[in-house]
């Protein structure tokens, strides 16, 4: 069920991806500060090639990270990196009309590929703040999606998950 979603998705090049290598690099950084047993995601948000804001998945405030929990409930408990990196920038003092956030998945210690678009309220936390573009470290290198692309296509995944899960 795809609302309008305009299948813009492309995967940048030349500068671009240069910049995406040395942005994804620090989101590795921002996302090796994360407690979570099961995976560590960083995000940072870039504004005219400034980092206006940087967040990590962690559970809410000093509330620890329980081992026995992580895998199971990690996703419910823990705020995720791109509440977090929005919070920071908003923190700030920034604006998010038009910037691009990069995310980065860190799991056993390795930088991982992450094309899954599983997570519908970050998708729509995305949208909403303004962010104008959204960039996930494929198989095949930087994938950027429009925000409402990426909401359109993370509701798509999770309708899809839903209906094969037989639910
Ligand atoms: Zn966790
Ligand atoms: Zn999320």
Known sequence: ML???MESMRFLDGAEAVEAERF???AVTVARRSPCEKSKRGVIIVSDSEVIGRGY???PADVPCVEEFCGLICR???????TNAVMDALRGGHELKGSRGYHI???GGAVRDSDDLSCVPCAALVLESGMGEFVLKHPRGFAVYGAREFYELSLDAFIRQKSSNGK
């Open 3 to 5: 609302l309008h979603a």
């Open 24 to 26: 994804t690099a620090e």
């Open 57 to 59: 998945n962690k559970p």
């Open 76 to 82: 419910k408990y823990c705020v995720h990196a791109e």
């Open 105 to 107: 998945k860190v799991k």
